[in-house]
């Protein structure tokens, strides 16, 4: 089921109209109209009005089942959980920089940076075969 006919499942589930929602939210009935009909795609700022004007947690627009989603077991590549949480925030650090000094050069640097990131990111034993 897609978004849209996600979102007016929902409404008509609630027995809500589009001009209920459009009071309960501020968005206009012809612009929910849009959505409901795949001709517009919501952000995820209008989709958190959606989601509180039809009184459901957001996550019940993308998932079926009335339980939330279980949150993914991610591997702890570092070994232990203290290492883990101390380089998760530096790595945050550091990519909050390369954020800010990415958003500064042009387009074709970026694909040159990507590709030379793409290169060092092999694995070593392929690395020494190029």
């Not at 809500?16 to 929910?32: A, N």
């Not at 009909?37 to 209008?46: F, M």
């Not at 909050?96 to 970026?110: C, S």
């Not at 694909?111 to 290169?119: N, R, V």
Request: zero cysteines; glycine letters at 8%; aromatic letters at 4%.
């Amino acid at each position: 089921m897609s978004l849209a006919e996600r979102l007016r499942a929902v409404r008509e589930g609630k027995h809500l109209s589009q001009g209920e929602v459009q009071k309960r939210t501020g968005l206009l009935r012809s612009y929910i109209s849009r959505i409901e009909n795949g001709h517009s795609v919501p952000t995820l700022q209008t989709l958190e009005k959606l989601a509180r004007a039809m009184e459901i947690p957001l996550y019940q627009l993308f998932h079926d089942s009335e339980q939330p989603p279980e949150k993914p077991i991610f591997p702890d590549l570092n070994g232990s959980k203290g290492a883990a949480r101390k380089s998760s925030a530096k790595d945050r650090r550091l990519l909050g920089r390369f954020g800010e000094l990415l958003g500064r050069i042009e387009n074709g640097d970026r694909q040159l940076l990507l590709l030379m990131a793409e290169k060092m990111a092999r694995p070593r034993n392929r690395r020494a075969k190029s």
